[in-house]
């Protein structure tokens, strides 16, 4: 199917690539359909594109390659909201807000979305320590192993 993204334009997804956001996002509850593209194989960010609303989309990051210390427990209501039975079938992203320049942007750790590509749903989740997971961490540099 064909659908019109905010940064990439018309493009043609597989319906078994939708993810299903039971919950919607944070501030857009209703939205619950999206679909992550990649946007260049070298580097640990994608588009995370509602597929109902063209102007519903996120630059989004593995924050891991940002902060390699990035760690945080998935409730058990969470877990069984997602369906998570193997982690290694769990991606996490963080949502970027984008700059002048990419030195200048930053990542929302606080609240990353987790996203079970086996069951195909996600689910954004709001830490409780904003203090190692803050709203606005620099990306100034890829720190971790993905590069």
Do not use: C, F
């Given at each position: 199917m064909k659908i019109a993204t905010k940064f990439l334009g018309e493009i043609e997804i597989e319906e078994q690539d939708i993810l299903t956001f039971e919950h919607g996002l944070?501030?857009?509850?209703?939205e619950k359909k999206f679909v992550l593209?990649?946007?260049?194989?070298?580097?640990?960010?994608?588009?995370?594109?509602?597929?109902?609303?063209?102007?519903?989309?996120f630059v989004v990051a593995y924050p891991f390659a940002f902060k390699k210390d990035y760690s945080f427990d998935i409730s058990e209501d969470?877990?069984?909201q997602l369906q998570i039975e193997k982690e290694e079938?769990?991606?996490?992203?963080?949502?970027?807000?984008?700059?002048e320049t990419f030195q200048e942007s930053t990542i929302n750790l606080l609240a990353p979305i987790i996203v079970n590509m086996d069951k195909k749903r996600g689910k954004q989740i709001v830490l409780q320590d904003n203090k190692s997971n803050p709203l606005r961490y620099p990306m100034q540099t890829l720190e971790g192993s993905v590069k």
């Open positions: 944070l501030g857009l509850e209703n593209l990649p946007i260049d194989a070298d580097l640990p960010l994608a588009i995370l594109q509602s597929i109902e609303h063209v102007e519903i989309g969470d877990r069984n079938n769990v991606l996490t992203y963080s949502i970027v807000t984008m700059k």
